[in-house]
């Protein structure tokens, strides 16, 4: 491989990633990486710092092993230097000093005004959480420490969660509470790692009486960020501050360190069960009234008995019923909501997809040979087909890129690559694009 070969291999990279993550995601965690020697053997990247590094490795390792040339051992030819400290501001170090005013000033409390716990209906399933929520709202960093609330998607924990907020804060306006969710806090220590402002970070944190953590699942494989969120963690709960976190697993069942599982073990963990039929009525009916819909006790059960495991799915579908409501100007019959709801109650059996079906579709959509897809023939059509094939197989199969690609008579990850994105792109603007796709799409699932 030539040396301008292997920096074009890092350029494509760049361009690929970019082409599939956010712009925040690519501003905080890519462009500031640079390339800063490479040749043949080996390719050196300058880091701002060790979190950009990690995360290059935790999340694209793969797609790295396809731009980047490999040493003999299989292992990324690629080294890492973490940039130098652009300027140097004191010799010493600077003593903790008490906050200024200004930080304080952008500090804002971002609660979802809804979530309150007013508006939090209570059943067995819930009940306990939620008085432990309450309590911990009524005595902040006296009762329960950390609170631990763990449970299923959609169940109402960021909503237990905010609540608290909202209590401590109608009752006690001079307390400092942050609300926020584990990627936004991981955020926040690249940004101010990236503005040099780390310090004044860790002292706004530090100086919390109360900090509710949303998901914290997100901060496993994420070691040195636990570190720093362990750090944090310890200094507020020795000085008696509250702190609430919401996760999906129970402690133990989250990757993360001994002694950060150990922490959140300290105070009281609190379970989230699904609702009861019972309870799931009773917020239908609540939030059917709160949207000013008129729903009969049998419709209110109908929903409940078919959805059953989300109270979010539960709010989708009285959003639904409610357009519908509003459309039609009657009253909602067992009828209309079953018709209604028909997408969201049916259990889903999603058919297990092979390469071979979409190669059927596609050949028979695109009048080519499965044998051509497989090929190399540059054939503008068939070239087409390919990509389309490529691009659906991506799409709809959930297997390594490496196999899919293999499955293309032993094509690369990265051609594989290049025709899902070329295909994405074109779908954009190109609406019979999108219907050939659409037919095809529904001839595999068939
Ligand atoms: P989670 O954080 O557990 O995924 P959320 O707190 O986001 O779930 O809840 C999903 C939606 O369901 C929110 O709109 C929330 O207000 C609502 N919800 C959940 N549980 C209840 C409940 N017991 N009473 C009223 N609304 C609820
Ligand atoms: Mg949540």
Redesign the pocket.
């Known amino acids: 491989m030539l040396d301008c070969e292997v920096k074009n291999g890092w350029l494509q990279f760049v361009e690929f990633i970019q082409s599939r993550c956010s712009r925040t995601e690519f501003e905080n965690w890519i462009a500031p990486i640079q390339l800063i020697s490479s040749n043949p053997d080996e390719i050196v990247l300058e880091v701002p710092n060790i979190f950009v590094q990690e995360y290059l490795l935790n999340n694209y390792k793969e797609f790295l092993r396809e731009f980047i040339p490999l040493r003999s051992n299989k292992e990324l030819a690629l080294e890492f230097k973490i940039a130098p400290p652009k300027k140097v501001t004191a010799a010493l170090p600077k003593p903790i000093e008490e906050a200024p005013a200004v930080e304080n000033s952008g500090y804002e409390l971002k609660l979802?005004p809804?979530?309150r716990f007013e508006?939090?209906?209570?059943?067995p399933s819930?009940q306990f959480v939620k008085s432990a929520a309450l309590g911990v709202a009524a005595r902040p960093g006296k009762s329960y420490n950390p609170l631990f609330i763990h449970?299923?998607?959609?169940?109402?924990?960021?909503?237990?969660?905010h609540a608290i907020g909202h209590s401590i804060h109608e009752e006690q306006k001079k307390l400092k509470i942050q609300a926020i969710t584990t990627e936004a806090f991981i955020n926040d220590i690249v940004d101010s790692l990236r503005n040099k402002s780390i310090d004044r970070m860790k002292r706004f944190y530090r100086s919390l009486d109360v900090l509710l953590v949303?998901?914290i699942q997100f901060l496993q494989n994420r070691l040195n960020f636990e570190e720093e969120f362990c750090n944090t963690f310890e200094i507020l709960i020795n000085q008696n501050k509250q702190i609430v976190i919401?996760s999906d697993k129970p402690p133990s069942q989250l990757k993360l360190s001994e002694r950060m599982i150990a922490r959140m073990e300290w105070g009281l963990v609190a379970h989230?069960d699904i609702?009861d039929l019972e309870?799931r009525v009773a917020?239908i009916k609540?939030?059917a009234e709160l949207k000013s819909l008129q729903i009969s006790n049998d419709v209110a059960f109908f929903i409940a008995e078919h959805i059953y495991h989300?109270?979010?799915q539960?709010?989708g579908a009285i959003n639904r019923l409610c357009a519908h409501a509003r459309f039609q100007g009657t009253e909602l019959s067992i009828e209309a909501a079953e018709r209604i709801l028909n997408e969201l109650v049916q259990p889903v059996h999603q058919k297990k997809i092979s390469v071979e079906s979409i190669f059927q579709s596609v050949a028979a959509v695109y009048e080519v040979r499965i044998s051509d897809l497989k090929g190399d023939s540059r054939q503008k059509n068939i070239a087409f087909a390919r990509q389309v094939a490529m691009y659906l197989a991506k799409e709809m199969i959930e297997d390594s890129l490496i196999k899919l690609a293999a499955s293309f008579g032993g094509k690369t990850h990265s051609t594989l690559l290049h025709a899902w994105k070329k295909i994405s792109d074109q779908l954009q603007s190109n609406e019979e694009l999108s219907r050939q796709l659409q037919m095809i799409r529904r001839n595999i699932e068939k």
Request: net charge negative; aromatic share 6%; glycine share 14%.
């Open positions: 979802n809804t979530y508006s939090f209906i209570e059943g819930n449970g299923g998607v959609g169940l109402g924990k960021t909503h237990l969660l949303d998901d919401t989230m609702p309870t917020i609540n939030k989300n109270v979010r539960l709010e």
